[in-house]
């Protein structure tokens, strides 16, 4: 089974700023896939970014982009350049090879003007 | 092209009665999901529906929970004599189905009262 830890339940940033949410995980899978997602108030869930376990170089997409350690579980997220329209929770999630999403339970961001 | 929709958007209902809960996944998708978000929690998984293989029913809570999906397209979750605990957003993706495409598109959820 697939577990999915993020530590921080509330995190905030100023506008402009870089902040970074942490997720741990744990599977015994040699290929997976991990995943941050973001939920706005509208409760639509926006994929954010993605990592797939055998690549070694770290995801970017324009003002995000992941810290992916393998060997220690770890896949933390940087957003640079914050904005006000940032804000919103923020699911780290794993997929395992029967193609199921294991979601962390969010950080909820706030971006301060 | 349209995303996944979900109707009711909102369902209000009182203790012990029936829902259904409506999910149509984008066209072409074989692959589809249901999800449980409660309050102050993560997206826990339900059921799994992957063309016209047996769901994977593997997270379905008790037997009061069920669901079905109709020519390999729409799906409807089905909650009997819901319980108070049985509150939480039901969200729904889907997948194209291919093995190297793993990204699931979600839609915007159902937010289910039970009182």
């Known amino acids: 089974a697939q577990t999915v830890t993020q530590s921080q339940p509330e995190m905030s940033v100023q506008e402009a700023e870089t902040v970074t949410l942490s997720c741990t995980y744990d599977?015994?899978?040699?290929?997976?896939?991990l995943f941050w997602y973001k939920q706005p108030p509208s409760r639509q869930m926006i994929l954010v970014i993605r990592?797939?376990?055998?690549?070694?170089q770290n995801a970017t997409e324009n003002r995000f982009s992941v810290n992916f350690q393998k060997a220690a579980k770890s896949f933390s997220l940087k957003i640079s350049d914050s904005q006000l329209g940032d804000a919103a929770m923020y699911f780290c999630?794993?997929?395992?090879?029967?193609?199921?999403?294991?979601f962390g339970k969010g950080t909820l961001l706030t971006v301060n003007p | 092209g349209a995303g996944v929709s979900q109707s009711p958007s909102n369902k209000v209902t009182e203790k012990g009665k029936d829902v259904e809960l409506r999910c149509d996944p984008i066209?072409?998708?074989?692959?589809l999901y249901w999800y449980r978000q409660s309050l102050g929690q993560g997206l826990e998984f339900l059921i799994y529906?992957?063309?016209?293989?047996?769901?994977?029913k593997s997270g379905l809570p008790s037997d009061r929970f069920s669901a079905e999906r109709t020519g390999g397209s729409v799906s409807t979750l089905t909650i009997q004599r819901t319980q108070q605990e049985d509150s939480a957003v039901y969200l729904c993706?889907?997948?194209?189905?291919?093995?190297?495409?793993?990204?699931?598109?979600f839609g915007p959820g159902t937010r289910l009262t039970v009182l």
């Open positions: 066209s072409g998708h074989t692959a």
């Open positions: 990592q797939e376990a055998y690549k070694q």
């Open positions: 599977t015994s899978e040699s290929d997976y896939y």
């Open positions: 993706a889907s997948r194209p189905g291919g093995v190297l495409v793993v990204e699931q598109f």
């Open positions: 999630a794993s997929l395992s090879s029967n193609y199921k999403l294991t």
């Open positions: 529906f992957q063309g016209n293989s047996a769901p994977d």
